[in-house]
């Protein structure tokens, strides 16, 4: 079953100028990675440090799998380097009949 998995991300401040760029690398990794449906990158009007990352997986394991490389030398990316805390990561499943 597909899930919907959203990272909420603080940027640091003076991290604006290279965040962007950032963000697009690692996404086109995470994009072509095995069960990945889509992301959608959100930028809060109010506080553009304040981005939240709406990704859909075709199944808790795909997104499992993910994390997991990730995790690893090969999986890692950049944007560790921009963070001003650690993201918020939430899973969701469709609600059925409702």
């Not at 380097?81 to 009949?97: D, M, N, R, S, V």
Request: hydrophobic residues 45%; contains cysteine; glycine residues 6%.
């Amino acid at each position: 079953m597909a899930i919907t998995s959203i990272l909420d991300l603080q940027l640091k401040a003076d991290s604006l100028g290279t965040a962007h760029q950032v963000l697009r690398e690692t996404l086109v990794a995470t994009r072509k990675f095995p069960g990945c449906l889509d992301v959608t990158v959100l930028i809060d009007n109010d506080d553009p440090a304040h981005v939240v990352l709406l990704e859909k997986w075709e199944s808790v394991d795909h997104d499992r799998a993910y994390r997991a490389w990730r995790a690893t030398p090969e999986g890692a990316s950049d944007l560790g380097k921009i963070l001003a805390a650690a993201p918020k990561l939430t899973h969701f499943a469709a609600a059925e009949g409702i």
